[in-house]
T-cell receptor, first 112, second 113 residues
Framework: DVKVTQSSRYLVKRTGEKVFLECVQD?????MFWYRQDPGLGLRLIYF???????EKGDIPEGYSVSREKKERFSLILESASTNQTSMYLC???????????FGPGTRLTVT | GNSVTQMEGPVTLSEEAFLTINCTYT??????LFWYVQYPGEGLQLLLK?????DKGSNKGFEATYRKETTSFHLEKGSVQVSDSAVYFC????????????FGKGTMLLVSP
């Protein structure tokens, strides 16, 4: 079974802190994704990566950056957390073009 | 651009009732179509998929048929259980290159005993 793990299930941070969300997949997938999920807005793509050190902006990249130094690991970085970044963050991976994505359990981030 | 439209929820059913959740899409080319399920407090799980017209995806008693002529991918189950209570997302992947997904807003299903 494909396994995607996220470093924390729940996280509480203060406004202005730098926040790192880590995601690891164990299936040698090429593509990895970060989404945020908010009530009434559904899932929105923040960034994705199709190869090591490669990244592409999604629909809502503002206020976020990403890092992919190894194929299995994809990090989401909030340079200076703000209260409007309080959300559920979901990581996913997929093996290739037009393929299904496999999701991690999510990190519920609260910024106070 | 690509888009997915799902019926608004919540859908409230009694156990053993028949379930339909409607999903229609707009896409360039011939997309792959997916249904995902999300249980409370968890990530999304792939429920089923279909990659070409007239394909039927099925899993755990759920089915959906890829209808190109009506651009639809409706989710059905003959007899729901309380444990099926969750949010269901329809999604598509279209175009060349990366496998980004376009999601519907999700439909909450509540099944009572």
């Amino acid at each position: 079974d494909v396994k995607v793990t996220q470093s924390s299930r729940y996280l509480v941070k203060r406004t202005g802190e730098k926040v790192f969300l880590e995601c690891v997949q164990d299936m040698d997938h090429e593509n990895m994704f970060w989404y945020r999920q908010d009530p009434g807005l559904g899932l929105r793509l923040i960034y994705f990566s199709y190869d090591v050190k490669m990244k592409e902006k999604g629909d809502i990249p503002e206020g976020y950056s990403v890092s992919r130094e190894k194929k299995e690991r994809f990090s989401l970085i909030l340079e200076s957390a703000s209260t409007n970044q309080t959300s559920m963050y979901l990581c996913a991976s997929s093996p290739g073009s037009r393929s299904e994505q496999y999701f991690g359990p999510g990190t519920r981030l609260t910024v106070t | 651009g690509n888009s997915v439209t799902q019926m608004e929820g919540p859908v409230t059913l009694s156990e053993e009732a028949f379930l339909t959740i409607n999903c229609t899409y707009t896409a360039t080319g011939y997309p792959s179509l997916f249904w995902y399920v999300q249980y409370p407090g968890e990530g999304l799980q792939l429920l089923l998929k279909a990659t070409k017209a007239d394909d039927k995806g099925s899993n755990k008693g759920f089915e959906a048929t890829y209808r190109k002529e009506t651009t639809s991918f409706h989710l059905e189950k003959g007899s729901v259980q309380v444990s099926d209570s969750a949010v269901y997302f329809c999604a598509l992947s279209a175009g060349s290159g990366y496998s980004t997904l376009t999601f519907g807003k999700g439909t909450m299903l509540l099944v009572s005993p």
